[in-house]
């Protein structure tokens, strides 16, 4: 039974109240207005439904704490759509506009103290994690937007993230992490600049955390548990700061042979400017050339590109953790398709957690399951650039990792 919540209900009419000035003071009924007037009383309403349930506490802060992160993003979206134009509303005179965007300024100040204070997570939140996610998946919906209006760049953007997709899936999974094949220098130098594209971190940080990754899988030594929900396996992880349990394990894991490879001591070296350089400044340069056009570049190669590569990754985390078969080991990995679709053959993740050291990923072939990563250190074997590799019918030899 729902009880009443008198300070809940207080909460739930502030909204309205605050939807009604910024529709008195404004002509202009712009999105980020209703989104945000809108988010406020979705998010207070919840409060008030749920503060007094009873039932599992766990399951009533889930929804709350959900509606207060959506709320988050939408108080911080409103803030991305002011703050290029603020400068200039000023000058016009425009103080209304001006005003609007320093109480926008400060109400996702207040939240984010609020949300901090209000959900205790097992570790602090990462903000700074936070808003950089958060800024550049509004960035690549501004990024679709443009590519909608071209097809012929939207098809480009597409294989440009499979492409660079390559980085992650042949070069830190399958080269770096678990040692399933050897390459020579060219391929390597090759594979480090898509990860570098894909900028998730220097391959060492990567391969470090994904080693600790299959020797802890879904416990909390787990830099992604599955066990803390789906949500945290595929984005929430990277939201907050690390667990003690992982970096206690991580500092157990055989690494030091990454830094070896002079390649990924390079990328070690330069990160992070290097990997936010090739990944929004080289798409920048390459929209100006191709398209005549900077915007082009950073928000259809730049961000657009990187979210489809970055979501694609994550779904390995998330997705293929949770749906799927396991036809190989009764563990929480699964043979996902829709993950092997979105990431180049990698949600074949039953066999994979079964025999990490299997190049391939996956138990059939090319022609027989969808594995393009496969497909393309083949192709490298062909020309002699990837050689000695594993797999599981033919090497029975474990790898450590």
């Not at 109240?17 to 406020?40: N, P």
């Not at 926008?104 to 209000?118: N, P, W």
């Not at 070896?260 to 090739?278: A, I, K, M, S, T």
């Not at 090319?366 to 083949?378: G, R």
Request: include cysteine; charged fraction near 15%; charge should be neutral.
């Amino acid at each position: 039974m729902i009880g009443y919540d008198a300070q809940a209900a207080q909460r739930a009419v502030g909204p309205l109240l605050l939807a009604a000035a910024y529709f008195a003071s404004f002509g202009d009924a712009t999105i980020w207005l209703c989104l945000a007037a809108s988010a406020d009383v979705l998010v207070h309403a919840t409060h008030a439904l749920f503060a007094s349930r009873s039932g599992s506490r766990e399951g009533r802060c889930n929804v709350v704490s959900t509606c207060d992160a959506l709320h988050l993003c939408v108080l911080y979206g409103e803030f991305l759509w002011r703050l290029p134009s603020w400068h200039q509303h000023y000058v016009e005179g425009d103080f209304a506009f001006a005003l609007h965007t320093l109480v926008a300024i400060a109400r996702l100040f207040v939240m984010c103290r609020t949300f901090a204070r209000e959900h205790r997570f097992l570790t602090e939140i990462n903000w700074f994690m936070c808003l950089y996610v958060v800024a550049t998946h509004f960035a690549a919906l501004q990024g679709l937007y443009m590519a909608s209006q071209n097809l012929m760049m939207l098809a480009e953007v597409i294989i440009c993230y499979q492409v660079c997709g390559w980085g992650v899936t042949a070069g830190m999974h399958r080269l770096w992490s678990h040692r399933s094949y050897k390459a020579r220098t060219p391929l390597r130098f090759f594979l480090m600049i898509l990860a570098s594209i894909s900028n998730q971190g220097s391959i060492y940080h990567w391969c470090r955390d994904h080693r600790t990754h299959h020797k802890n899988s879904d416990t909390d030594a787990d830099p992604h548990d599955s066990n803390r929900g789906f949500f945290y396996a595929h984005t929430g992880w990277l939201l907050l700061k690390k667990h003690e349990k992982v970096k206690a394990a991580g500092k157990k894991i055989p690494h030091a042979d990454l830094l070896e490879d002079w390649v990924v001591r390079l990328n070690y070296e330069l990160n992070p400017l290097w990997d936010q350089f090739w990944c929004f400044g080289m798409p920048t340069l390459y929209g100006l050339w191709r398209y005549n056009s900077l915007a082009a570049g950073f928000f259809v190669f730049g961000a657009l590109r990187w979210i489809l590569v970055l979501q694609a990754t994550w779904c390995v985390n998330s997705v293929a953790h949770w749906f799927g078969d396991r036809p190989y080991t009764d563990i929480k990995p699964t043979e996902s398709l829709l993950t092997t679709i979105v990431a180049c053959g990698e949600g074949w993740h039953n066999w994979h957690h079964s025999y990490p050291y299997d190049y391939a990923a996956s138990e059939l072939g090319f022609s027989e399951a969808w594995n393009p990563t496969k497909l393309f250190i083949d192709a490298m074997a062909v020309v002699g650039q990837s050689y000695d590799r594993k797999r599981k019918t033919l090497d029975s030899a474990k790898s450590d990792y």
